[in-house]
C-alpha cells in the first residue's frame, strides 16, 4: 500500500535540496544535511532520533569510503607531481602513431583518470592536444573529445574514483565487481563516444588551438618511464580484482592452500592494496626520482583538501539514504515497483539523470540517486547486479553536462570554445557516453 503523505515528504525534501543548492547556493554538503533531517521531521521521527540518523548515516557511510578516498587522492597527487600523467600519454602516442592519434587519447584518458582527478588530468594533458592538432591541422575536438571522453569514463565508472566508490559503499556494493563492470561497459562507450563522435564532429566544427599563457609543450625529459606507471595503476587494480574473485566460487575451483587465501584476503583488501600502490609510488616516483620527503609530504598533504569535500558530500548521501530506510519509504517503493515490474536499475538511472541536469553536479547526481535506490534493493541482491547497479547510476550522473556543471566552462574556456559549440561538442559527447553506457548495463543485466 502506498503512503502518499511519505511520498510528499521526499519529494518536497529533493525539492527543497534543489532550491538550497540552485538558488540559495549552499554547499551541497549541508544542503543534503538539511533536506535528510526535513524528511526525517516531516515522516514523524523524533527529534532525537533524528540527530541519531545523522551520525548513524554519517559513521556508517564513511567508514570505508573515507580510507579508500583518502588513499586515493594521495597516490593521484604522486603521480600527477611526477609527470606520470604526460609520461602515459606520451607512450601510448609512440604506440598508436600520428594517425591514430585520437585512440591514443582516449586511453590515455581511460587510464590516467584512474588514479587522477578528471580536472586536473584534463588541465596536465590539454597541452599535449594541443600540439596534435597543430601538427596534423585536424579540428582540436578530433583529439579533445577522445581525451575527454576517457577521463570521463573512468571519472564516473571505475575506483579508485571517488564517485563510484562512494556510490559502491551506499549500496554495499563490491569495489572489485565495480571496477570489473566498470572496465566492461566503459570500453565500448569510450569507442562510441570518443574516437567515434570525435571524428565526426571534428568534420563538423574546426578549433585550432587557442594560444593561452599556460600553452605549453610537454617535454619528454624528466619523465618517469611509462611502464612504470602502467606498473602502477595495475597494483591496486589487480589486487582488488584478486580479492574478489577469490572470495567467490573461483577459489574453490582452483582449491588455494588456506595460507595463501589469507595473503590474498589482506593484501587484496582495497585498503592495503592503495597503501601498498602508495608506498611503492612514494619510493620509485618520489624518492628514487629526486623528490624530498618533505615535497611529498607537502604534495600528498594537499591532496586531502579536495577529498574532504567528496568524503562529506558521500556522508551526507549516507544520512539521506539512512532516513528513507528508517521513514519505510524504501520499502513501500520498492514493494510497488515489484508489483509493476518496474526495474529498480531504471529507477536508479532515471533519478541520477533528474538530479544530474536540474543541479549539474556528478557527484551530488550519484550519491542522491544512491541514497533514494538503497532502500529499494532487495536483501538476496548479487553482488554482480549489485555492481551493474552503481555503474547505472554512474551512466544517469554522466548525461548532458551544461551550464550548471564546472566542467562545461572548464571544457569551454581550455578549447576555445563558445556555449552553442560547447554544447554540439562536450555536452553532445556526454549524452552519448550516458546512453551507450546504460544500454550496455542492461544488456549485462540480462545475463547476471
Known amino acids: 500500500m502506498i503512503d502518499f503523505w511519505l511520498l510528499f ?7 527543497l535540496l534543489l532550491f538550497l ?14 533536506t535528510s533531517i526535513s524528511v526525517a521531521l516531516m515522516a514523524g521521527i523524533e527529534p532525537a532520533a533524528t540527530m541519531d540518523l545523522v551520525k548513524t548515516g554519517m559513521g556508517n557511510t564513511l567508514g570505508f569510503v573515507a580510507v579508500v578516498i583518502g588513499l586515493g587522492a594521495m597516490f593521484g597527487a604522486i603521480l600527477e607531481h611526477s609527470g606520470g ?3 602515459v600519454a606520451k607512450s601510448l602516442l609512440k604506440s598508436f602513431g600520428e594517425k ?7 586511453v590515455a584518458g ?11 588530468a584534463f588541465i596536465l594533458l590539454v597541452p599535449l592536444v594541443y600540439s596534435l592538432q597543430r601538427k596534423s591541422k585536424l579540428s582540436l575536438l578530433h583529439y579533445a573529445i577522445p581525451l575527454l571522453a576517457g577521463l570521463a569514463i573512468t571519472h564516473a565508472f571505475i575506483p579508485p574514483t571517488p564517485g563510484p566508490i562512494a556510490v559502491a559503499d551506499i549500496l554495499n556494493a563490491e569495489l572489485g565487481w565495480v571496477i570489473f563492470f566498470g572496465f566492461i ?23 585550432d588551438a587557442p594560444v593561452l599563457e599556460e600553452d605549453k609543450e610537454i617535454k619528454e625529459v624528466h619523465l618517469p618511464p611509462a611502464a612504470m606507471i602502467f606498473s602502477l595503476i595495475a597494483i591496486p587494480i589487480v589486487l582488488i580484482l584478486l580479492h574478489t574473485f577469490t572470495g567467490g566460487p573461483l577459489a574453490k575451483s582452483l582449491s588455494i592452500p588456506p ?18 600502490a602508495n608506498l611503492i609510488a612514494w619510493y620509485f616516483l618520489g624518492i628514487k626520482r629526486g623528490m624530498s620527503k618533505d615535497y611529498l609530504l607537502k604534495i600528498t598533504t594537499a591532496s586531502l583538501g579536495p577529498a574532504g569535500v567528496i568524503l562529506l558530500l558521500t556522508g551526507a548521501g549516507g544520512v539521506f539514504k539512512q532516513v528513507l530506510i528508517e521513514t519505510q519509504v524504501g520499502e513501500m517503493l520498492a514493494t510497488y515497483f515489484a508489483t509493476k515490474n518496474i526495474s529498480v536499475l531504471f529507477f536508479g538511472y532515471v533519478a541520477a539523470v533528474l538530479v544530474r541536469l536540474l543541479q549539474g553536479s556528478a557527484t551530488v547526481a550519484m550519491i542522491t540517486a544512491a541514497g533514494l535506490t538503497a532502500p529499494l534493493i532487495a536483501a538476496d541482491t548479487s553482488p554482480t547486479s549489485l555492481a551493474l547497479m552503481v555503474i547505472a547510476i554512474a ?26 559549440q560547447t554544447f554540439q561538442s562536450w555536452s553532445m559527447m556526454t549524452l552519448i557516453l550516458s546512453l551507450v553506457s546504460f544500454g550496455v548495463v542492461c544488456l549485462l543485466s540480462v545475463f547476471v
Request: aromatic content about 14%.
Open 85 to 87: 600523467a604526460e609520461a
Open 259 to 276: 595460507g595463501m587465501m589469507k595473503v590474498i584476503q589482506v593484501i587484496g583488501h582495497p585498503f592495503s592494496a592503495l597503501i601498498i
Open 185 to 207: 561497459v566503459g570500453l565500448p562507450t569510450a569507442y562510441v563516444a570518443g574516437p567515434l563522435f570525435g571524428t565526426w564532429i571534428g568534420k563538423k566544427i574546426h578549433i
Open 110 to 120: 581511460f587510464l590516467i583518470a584512474i588514479p587522477v582527478f578528471f580536472d586536473v
Open 9 to 15: 515528504y521526499v519529494f518536497i525534501g529533493i525539492a
Open 395 to 420: 551512466s544517469g550522473s554522466s548525461i548532458l553536462s551544461h551550464v550548471n556543471d564546472s566542467g562545461f566552462w572548464l571544457v569551454s574556456k581550455y578549447l576555445g570554445l563558445d556555449e552553442k
Open 21 to 34: 543548492i540552485l538558488f540559495v547556493r549552499l554547499q551541497a554538503f549541508i544542503a543534503l544535511l538539511i
Open 100 to 106: 591514430r592519434a585520437n585512440w591514443a587519447m582516449v
